[in-house]
């Protein structure tokens, strides 16, 4: 081979080395864009994913697929060789005598006429550098293949694949999760405001095992044994608050809350300054305003017990014990509740039925002594039971909620000034009883006074106010 | 055996006798450079050209002026419809030998020149044609029995008339194959038009000057065969040839117009003439190998000529011209 046919063929190869390796980079940023593209496609099925990190792996796994076929499709071939030559020629104006002369190195034609392309072409090709000749070239895919991948990170980052899938395309479990979270929070907050310990464990772990199942830490089968499990484990708590027997089985749920709201205020009444002694028979004023708890009073005649005749001591006792029962037989209810709420939610079909069925079994809840087959409300919620009315019938005012306010400046008595009329009362349109809305005032006045919403000073005052109310009835 | 020196020595001479001889036809012919530098390859190949254009373009003249320049023999015939073949080829006649005795002996026609005019060649009888196309073909004619060989460089330069068909008989596709070329001329240019008016109807040029001869010609014949050629080039070409094919679809996989409006193909002999006449043009330019773009220009001229078309094309208006410029679109350089 002459001098000018290897100095041809060394150029020759750094040309096609470049090339190839120009190739293989578009090769991998094309197959980086399609691979992050069809994880871009596919982000809405992420969530049907055996193992819940798996998803993570998708362009991997479509850059593995799609890798080999791309690579093997656009392979070097020979064509590419002399289309890469030609190319030369292009550039160089060399009218096809880099090509001519590779095949005729090629062919090993020694002939004059070939000698004299092969100079030709070696004396154009000494001082070529391909990559200043032939830079490479970006197509739009190969600059969008770093964008996507961040768009995809950033997607999966604020799981947007289970938001849309829990929009769009609900998962069996997801939806189950979903509905079982939203039980847990109500019930959690049932629980703390009727200071019910067990169910407020039990929310806490129900609200655990939902979080699990939506961040798709469990799968499907998993979750519902769980649910299992826990359904268990609340019969087992149940039948432990079952004993020994509670007397106020018999009771209707409406009835135990106003009894421990009476309770509440007994205690509270216990405490004044008049009845402090301890020892000594409580006062006239303590037993009116004991008839104003009717609830209370109900228990204390069927126990045949005279308010009249037990000392503080013996009331605190007899108020502690039944507040106690009270509560034990609440929290026993609202356990039982539970479980059947989870037995419905294992045994629902999937499906818009089995949604309209959780809908509609989800509302049942126990009246009375817990039994099933009683009349049943709507929701599936706790606190819906029958005995509180709906919000469209509740004639009675809601005290406002919202973020605690603190007025400035001093307490005490005020000036005030008033007009006072006399007439004669008018009934009004209100079927609810007196008795009713009383007892409803005084339950709200209740929790107001326990909350830290109604400062410290002022409890007293409205404490005495709903007990006013109390004595006024009686006086009727 | 020639060195590279020497390879490219005679390449040199042979551009410069092309740029004589460009230089020396510019003094009587006004544009048409592109038209001669044809007619020059087709004679550095050994082929023969069909002229095509209408009356008082300069074929003639063009012809007869390339006769002179290359100090080669030139002859006219005028084709008229009583035209016999004889006429051409020549005939055998009564003499007297030095004996005296009476003999047979042949007259040459006017088809013994080096370059011979075939003015308005498809005026004549077929019979007549047919007898300039086998001198053509075969380089000789036979008359009683006896072939008489004509004389290399042999080149014929056929013109016809595209219009005025009326009396007059087309030449068979069969015979229009063999031309090595047909060649179109254009209506000139106005910058042309008055140049021509400034050359004709002032004091006459001097007598053209003779740059190349007989002998130089059939060497610069011998080296255009020897132009490499790479496969790839000539598989543009034979892909292109096989694009004039009707049945053939093109490297991009659509059908082109060919498909529609061509009956016969371009023949082997389409790519021969191609293939030679890219040498002859490479070699020309001074360089020692065929490019793509050798190939691309003599495209027109090698082929135009051996396209069949139907009567559709006729309707339609379309010509050989525009089907190659498609096939020449759609066929790609490397595959």
């Given amino acids: 081979m002459s001098s000018e046919a290897e100095i041809l063929a060394d150029k020759f190869s750094e040309l096609w080395r470049w090339e190839r390796r120009k190739r293989r980079e578009q090769v991998f940023l094309t197959v980086s864009f399609y691979s992050v593209a069809a994880a871009l496609l596919a982000l809405p099925f992420a969530v049907f994913l055996p193992v819940p990190w798996s998803r993570w792996l998708m362009p991997i796994v479509w850059f593995l697929l799609l890798a080999p076929i791309l690579l093997f499709k656009r392979r070097w071939r020979r064509e590419d060789s002399a289309r890469a030559l030609a190319r030369l020629d292009r550039a160089l104006g060399l009218e096809e005598r880099a090509l001519t002369a590779w095949e005729l190195i090629e062919r090993g034609d020694s002939r004059p006429a070939a000698q004299l392309v092969v100079k030709q072409a070696a004396v154009q090709l000494k001082g070529l550098d391909p990559t200043a000749l032939f830079h490479r070239r970006w197509h739009r895919h190969h600059v969008l293949a770093l964008p996507l991948l961040a768009l995809w990170l950033a997607l999966m980052g604020f799981d947007i694949d289970r938001r849309f899938n829990s929009g769009v395309v609900p998962s069996m479990t997801v939806t189950t999760a979903l509905k079982l979270r939203e039980y847990a929070r109500a019930l959690q907050e049932r629980a703390q405001s009727e200071g019910l310990r067990q169910s407020l464990g039990l929310g806490k772990d129900l609200a655990k095992v939902a979080q699990q199942a939506i961040d798709a830490k469990t799968t499907e089968d998993q979750f519902k044994k769980e649910l299992a499990a826990t359904s268990r484990q609340i019969e087992a708590m149940g039948k432990a608050a079952g004993e020994p027997p509670s007397p106020w089985t018999a009771e209707s749920q409406q009835s135990l809350r106003d009894l421990k709201a009476e309770l509440e205020a007994a205690r509270q009444l216990l405490q004044f300054p008049e009845t402090a002694k301890g020892t000594e028979p409580l006062g006239q004023q303590w037993l009116d305003r004991l008839a104003g708890l009717p609830q209370l009073k109900r228990q204390f005649d069927q126990e045949n017990q005279s308010a009249q005749k037990l000392s503080q001591n013996a009331l605190q006792a007899f108020i502690d014990r039944w507040e106690k029962q009270a509560t034990g037989e609440l929290d026993r209810r609202t356990l039982l509740e539970a479980q059947q709420y989870l037995d419905q939610l294992r045994n629902q079909g999937q499906g818009e039925n089995g949604e309209q069925n959780l809908h509609a079994s989800g509302g049942r809840e126990q009246e009375g002594s817990g039994e099933a087959g009683k009349a049943r409300t709507n929701s599936s919620l706790p606190g819906k039971e029958p005995g509180r009315k709906d919000e469209r019938f509740q004639s009675l005012p809601e005290f406002a909620t919202g973020a605690p306010a603190r007025v400035k400046g001093q307490l005490g008595a005020g000036d005030s000034s008033g007009l006072v009329f006399k007439g004669k009362p008018l009934p009004g349109k209100s079927e609810l009883s007196q008795e009713e809305v009383i007892a409803t005032y005084r339950r709200q006045a209740e929790a107001e006074l326990n909350s830290e919403r109604v400062p410290e000073a002022l409890k007293e005052t409205i404490k005495n106010y709903f007990m006013s109310l109390g004595q006024s009835e009686g006086k009727k | ?335």
Avoid at chain 2, 30 to 41: A, D, K, P, T
Avoid at chain 2, 156 to 182: C, S
């Fill in chain 2, 1 to 335: 055996m020639e060195s590279v020196t020497e390879i490219e020595q005679r390449m040199q001479s042979a551009r410069r006798a092309f740029d004589e001889l460009k230089a020396e036809m510019a003094r009587f012919i006004v544009g048409h450079e592109e038209l001669i530098e044809q007619v020059f390859i087709a004679l550095v190949c050994g082929g023969h050209c069909l002229l095509e254009g209408v009356p008082g373009l300069g074929k003639t003249l063009m012809v007869r002026s390339l006769g002179e320049i290359l100090s080669l023999s030139f002859s006219r015939i005028q084709f008229t419809p009583d035209l016999m073949p004889a006429d051409i080829t020549g005939t055998n006649v009564l003499t007297d030998d030095p004996s005296g005795r009476k003999i047979f002996e042949f007259q040459r026609g006017p088809v013994f020149a080096h370059i011979v005019l075939a003015d308005e060649i498809n005026r004549a009888t077929p019979k007549t044609q047919s007898a300039l196309l086998e001198a053509m073909q075969e380089q000789s004619v036979t008359v009683g029995g006896k072939a008489h060989r004509l004389e290399s460089p042999f080149m014929v330069l056929a013109t016809q008339n595209p219009i005025e068909m009326e009396g007059t008989y087309p030449l068979p596709e069969a015979q229009v194959d063999r031309f090595f070329f047909k060649l179109v001329l254009r209506y000139p240019s106005r910058e042309e038009l008055a140049r021509i008016a400034d050359l004709t109807t002032a004091t006459p040029p001097a007598p053209p000057r003779e740059v190349l001869d007989g002998a130089s010609i059939l060497q610069i014949r011998q080296w255009v065969r020897e132009v490499p050629l790479a496969e790839i080039v000539k598989d543009y070409a034979v892909r292109i040839v096989m694009g004039t094919h009707g049945g053939e679809a093109l490297d991009n996989g659509t059908a082109s117009s060919a498909r529609k409006f061509v009956l016969y193909g371009s023949s082997p002999r389409g790519l021969q003439s191609l293939i030679l006449a890219a040498k002859a043009r490479a070699l020309l330019a001074g360089r020692p190998n065929v490019s793509f773009e050798d190939i691309r220009v003599m495209v027109a001229p090698s082929l135009r000529h051996r396209l069949i078309l139907n009567l559709e094309a006729d309707a339609e208006g379309i010509g050989a011209e525009k089907i190659l410029a498609e096939v020449l679109e759609r066929v790609a350089e490397v595959l």
